[in-house]
């Protein structure tokens, strides 16, 4: 049975934002770790994943939201697991992230006007990580901020990367 792994970004989703809606609605979505209210530090974070995705043999699919994003590059170069594949939304720029391609099928979604990262970089991230780029149009950073709370586009998203490749 495919696990959906949550993994949060820099700071803890507001209450409305999708990621907290999705693990709501659906069971089998867990977060990796649980949304921190420490600050975010990339070594704490990666152990945080490791020890959620090594606690079972199932096969499980990464949605990471921002920094969760980072957190999903610098696990994938340090650690192996039955991960088949992730959706990235909206990556930020800036932090030091690995820029090897992903041993693992992934979508990168990247805004148009997203606040923290130039459409230009996530594209070239999508690229470095062997990732499919989704254009999500100007979506801000895809968070409460921005108005999406439900985000149906991206469930669609994650169902396409839970299906056979």
């Known amino acids: 049975m495919t696990r959906f792994l949550l993994v949060p970004g820099r700071g803890v989703p507001f209450p409305n934002h999708w990621s907290r809606q999705w693990a709501r609605a659906h069971r089998d979505y867990r977060w990796a770790p649980e949304p921190p209210g420490a600050p975010y530090v990339a070594e704490d974070r990666v152990a945080a994943l490791q020890a959620v995705v090594s606690a079972s043999t199932d096969p499980a699919v990464l949605i990471a939201h921002s920094a969760g994003c980072v957190t999903v590059a610098w696990w994938a170069q340090q650690f192996t697991g039955p991960v088949t594949a992730a959706l990235l939304v909206t990556p930020p720029q800036g932090p030091p992230v690995p820029r090897q391609p992903l041993p693992f099928r992934s979508i990168v979604v990247v805004s148009r006007d997203d606040p923290h990262c130039?459409?230009?970089?996530?594209?070239?991230?999508?690229?470095?990580?062997?990732?499919?780029?989704?254009?999500?149009?100007?979506?801000?950073?895809?968070?409460?901020?921005?108005?999406?709370?439900?985000?149906?586009?991206?469930?669609?998203?994650?169902?396409?990367?839970?299906?056979?490749?």
């Open 118 to 165: 130039s459409f230009p970089y996530g594209e070239q991230l999508a690229r470095d990580w062997g990732g499919e780029l989704v254009d999500a149009g100007p979506v801000g950073h895809l968070d409460s901020s921005s108005g999406f709370g439900p985000w149906p586009a991206g469930e669609k998203l994650v169902a396409r990367l839970a299906g056979p490749a």
